[in-house]
Structure formats: C-alpha cells, structure tokens
C-alpha cells in the first residue's frame, strides 16, 4: 500500500534553534518527493522537488534530503523564525499515472520566541 | 496574476443540499486538482483533470462531480451534501503532471460545514 509517513506529528522549538523533520515513504515506483509548507488556512506552497537522482536540494535556510534506497527523506530548518510556524508536508508522486499522489498527514513546527 | 482562487472562502450547508465550489487559475495550466484536507489526514484527491474537457477519479471522488468546460476553470459539486464532507477543499494546478516533478500549486481553500 502508498503510504506516507512523518514525524513527528508535531515540535516546538525556540527561534534560532535548528530542526529536522522526517518521512518515510513506501510508494512506488517512485518519481518525486516534494516537501510543502503550510501556514495555518492557507493553501500548501512548495519548498523543494527531488527525483530519484538528487539526494539533497536547498531553498534558503530549508535543506532537504532523500535517500532513495531506504525510502527516507528529512527537512532540515536552519536558524528558526517565527515565520517558519507552519505544518510541514512530505509528498511522494508515482509514476503509475497521474493520480497517484500521496500526501503525508504533515509535522505541526511551533517557532517560541 | 492572481495563481489559484477558490470561491466561496466558506459555506455552511445542511444535509441534503447541493453546492458548486469554483477554482480558477490564470496561469495557463493544463492539470487542475480537487482535494479534502481532514484533520490528522494528508491531503486526498477527489478528482483531477488533465486538460479542457477531461475529468477523472481520484481517491474519494464518491458524493462529488466535476467538469472542466474552460481550461482555466474547474467546478467540484456536491449534488447532496453529507455530514461527512465538512471538510476544507483545496483546488491545485500545475502546467504537466506530477510525475515530471512539476510544482503544483494550490489555491487558498474552502471550508465548508455540512449540518
């Protein structure tokens, strides 16, 4: 079965402090993992699309990773903002068709001043 | 360039009653998506389109019809509202599929209370 899972459900850490979210992923056969910020009642906004040949890509202070071969991916926040409170989402797409896009049930990230 | 608006931002419904949710995109964008957002859940697709004229299936696609009669707009109706579809809707686009690792790009949702 496609499944995506993450964790944890949910962090809090002070504002300057690092961090970095997991998922782990069983969909197949692969194509992309995709990590999506969300603020809270907005809609989810894309930080970084990787394919099976990239094992890492950054924007900004958001660093992402994956490893295809344990089907593992992290988000790595540096120097926290309270901006970055927001809910975290890992996607993974299939190459079976264009459906098959499944989506993580998201890290909660709470940035305390 | 406005990216992806939904109409209504919320509506409340009783049980029973029929809706459309409108999603517009200006971007040009041949696949638009329709998904729910549960609490504690990912994201589920209802439906999808892959151009003008065409519709299909997604994940939970029961209770709920679509239609794509202009590229740049794609309609979700509930033809007989259920308790079970409170939910918050969210409308994507992207310019091809997915699978090429294309950005979607969603829209600012729709909240919508079935009583």
């Known amino acids: 079965k496609n499944q995506v899972e993450q964790s944890p459900q949910s962090l809090i850490i002070l504002e300057g402090k690092n961090c970095t979210l997991q998922?782990?992923?069983?969909?197949?056969?692969?194509?992309?993992l995709r990590w999506y910020k969300q603020d809270t009642g907005r809609g989810p906004v894309s930080l970084t699309i990787m394919t099976f040949s990239e094992n890492t890509k950054s924007n900004g202070r958001y660093t992402a990773t994956l490893d295809a071969d344990t089907k593992q991916s992290s988000l790595h926040i540096t120097a926290s903002q309270l901006s970055d409170s927001a809910s975290y989402i890992c996607?993974?797409?299939?190459?079976?068709?264009?459906?098959?896009?499944?989506f993580g049930s998201g890290t909660r990230l709470s940035i305390r001043p | 360039n406005a990216g992806v608006t939904q109409t209504p931002k919320f509506r409340v419904l009783k049980t029973g009653q029929s809706m459309t949710l409108l999603c517009a995109q200006d971007?040009?964008?041949?696949?638009m998506y329709w998904y729910r957002q549960d609490p504690g859940m990912g994201l589920r697709l209802i439906h999808y389109?892959?151009?003008?004229?065409?519709?299909a299936k997604g994940e939970v696609p029961d209770g709920y019809n679509v239609s794509r009669l202009k590229k740049q707009n794609f309609l979700l109706g509930l033809e007989s509202a259920a308790p079970s579809q409170t939910s918050v809707y969210f409308c994507?686009?992207?310019?091809?599929?997915?699978?090429?690792?294309?950005?979607?790009?969603f829209g600012p949702g729709t909240r919508l209370l079935v009583l």
């Open positions: 389109s892959v151009g003008e004229g065409t519709t």
């Open positions: 998922c782990n992923y069983t969909v197949s056969p692969f194509s992309n």
């Open positions: 994507a686009s992207s310019s091809t599929g997915t699978r090429g690792g294309e950005t979607q790009y």
């Open positions: 996607v993974v797409s299939a190459y079976s068709s264009a459906s098959k896009i499944i």
């Open positions: 971007m040009n964008h041949e696949y």
